[in-house]
């Protein structure tokens, strides 16, 4: 009683408290297995304690030893038959729901053409569901949007009540994507493409017909749409929940679900992504960069000079707008100073209301890039070079890295801060 104490069916993390299709689907799954097995626990404890008790030795029992018997046939194939009866009510829903998860469903209010206005996407795409391509790393996510060609790290964006097909991948060990709240758990697995389909909160269809609410067309819409804001707009965690090396319990992820026009906003700022400092354009920036780089002062343009250079940041990152930000190995920094959180979930800023703290983020990004280590043990950002973050005077010879300095980090840190 004491441990069931520190149970709580409402957290961040909770299955219990399931927003939308897939996560309710394996919720009446579970208490369903819940029920069978409670079940099955009561009768047999049940005829175990009657035999412990009826059957016990008295003092001065002077009882025979009861006939002593060798298989029933009734029993065993009445046993037998009742296990396999249980057996089945758990399977057939649990198959069900296992295909219900797999095939994303064509309904009208989820195709992109029926209600994301931009209007640049890949031809035929208004006839499909919104996919993301979600790839494992060791240790954070890439999230990419293969119709909308943006691609972003670790907290994904996703709309409400639109059913979104996700694409399963990982480029080096077996993942496992489990969001609790909406859906859980399927694995990324290296050269396989598994699939599944997320939505949170329902459909008008789905809230219509569980609430019987009535009225005209845009009544409902309007009350849908209130339900869409109140219960299920929210920053929701998720984590990887298949162990995966050094850092697997710092492998966490987020989804922001917000309305169509916030999505349709945040893919907009994706594409277009950041200036130079000041609002310089980047060819102008270069070109003073390349030529006399002590003229470019201040905060970010130092910030911006070492992501480029001493930090060899755009070796592995890339910053939408920025022609020479293109690296891979690690997460895309668009709008990274917009997110709540870094380093895959791992260093949050912001308030219990999901507001961003700006000071904790300046330390965050501070502590991420001076200790990633420490953060995160065993990170491919700090093991690259060797140990550490710097410039490498002698690729053959670690002990030649020159680590960044303080200031320097501070000027980083500002201008990751700027971006958004
Ligand atoms: C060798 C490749 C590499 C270099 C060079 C590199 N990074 Fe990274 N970076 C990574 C990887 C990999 C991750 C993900 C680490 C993790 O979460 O396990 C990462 C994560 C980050 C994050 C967190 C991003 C997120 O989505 O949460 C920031 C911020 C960042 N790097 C900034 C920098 C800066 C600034 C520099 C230059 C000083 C830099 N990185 C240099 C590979 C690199
Ligand atoms: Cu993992």
Redesign the pocket.
């Known amino acids: 009683m004491v441990f069931l104490g520190g149970c709580d069916l409402n957290t961040k993390m909770s299955t219990f408290d399931t927003k939308g299709p897939i996560a309710e689907t394996q919720l009446d799954l579970f208490m369903l297995t819940v029920w069978v097995t409670t079940f099955i626990f009561i009768v047999v404890g049940g005829v175990f304690v009657v035999a412990i008790v009826k059957f016990r030795e008295r003092p001065n029992d002077d009882r025979p030893m009861p006939s002593q018997g060798h298989g029933n046939p009734l029993v065993e194939i009445g046993l037998i038959g009742a296990s396999v009866l249980l057996l089945v009510i758990i399977a057939v829903p649990t198959l069900q729901a296992i295909w219900y998860t797999h095939d994303t469903p064509t309904d009208e209010h989820s195709k992109l053409g029926n209600w994301y206005p931009g209007d640049d996407l890949a031809e035929g795409s208004e006839d499909e569901v919104l996919v993301i391509r979600v790839i494992g ?4 996510w890439e999230f990419e949007y293969p119709q909308l060609g943006i691609s972003t ?3 994904m964006v996703i709309p409400a009540g639109k059913a979104v097909h996700l694409e399963l991948r990982s480029v080096d060990v077996i993942h496992s994507f489990w969001l609790p709240r909406i859906a859980g758990k399927v694995d990324l697995i290296p050269g396989r493409a598994n699939a599944m389909w997320i939505q949170a909160g329902d459909n008008i269809e789905a809230w219509t017909e569980k609430n019987g609410a009535k009225g005209s067309e845009l009544e409902l819409q309007a009350a849908y749409n209130k339900y869409l804001e109140e219960e299920i707009h929210d920053y929701y965690y998720g984590q990887c929940a298949e162990y995966c090396g050094d ?1 697997h319990a ?2 966490l992820f987020r989804a922001t679900v917000v309305g169509d026009d916030d999505f349709a906003a945040w893919v907009d700022s994706e594409r277009v992504g950041h200036t130079a400092p000041d609002g310089m354009a980047w060819d102008e920036w270069y070109k003073i960069y390349d030529s006399k780089p002590e003229s470019l002062t201040g905060d970010l343009n130092e910030g911006a000079k ?2 480029m250079g ?8 890339s910053v939408e707008g920025n022609p020479r930000a293109l ?1 891979v ?5 668009t709008n ?1 100073g917009e ?1 709540l ?7 949050n800023h912001h308030t219990e209301e999901d507001v961003l703290i700006e000071e904790e983020q300046y330390a965050n ?1 501070v502590k ?2 001076k200790e ?1 280590d420490v953060v ?1 043990p065993g ?3 700090w ?3 060797g140990n550490g ?2 410039e490498l005077t002698d690729p053959d010879n670690p002990e030649q890295l020159k680590l ?1 300095t303080d200031e320097e ?1 501070h000027y ?1 840190a500002r ?2 801060q700027s971006l958004k």
Request: glycine share 10%.
């Open positions: 790393y060791q240790w954070w790290a670790n907290e850092s710092r492998m070492v992501f001493r930090g060899k940041c755009i070796a592995c990152h690296g190995a690690g997460p895309n920094l990274v997110r959180s870094i380093a895959a979930g791992w260093l990004f991420w890039i990633t995160k990170n491919l950002m093991k690259a070079n973050i710097g960044l980090i980083l201008y990751l």
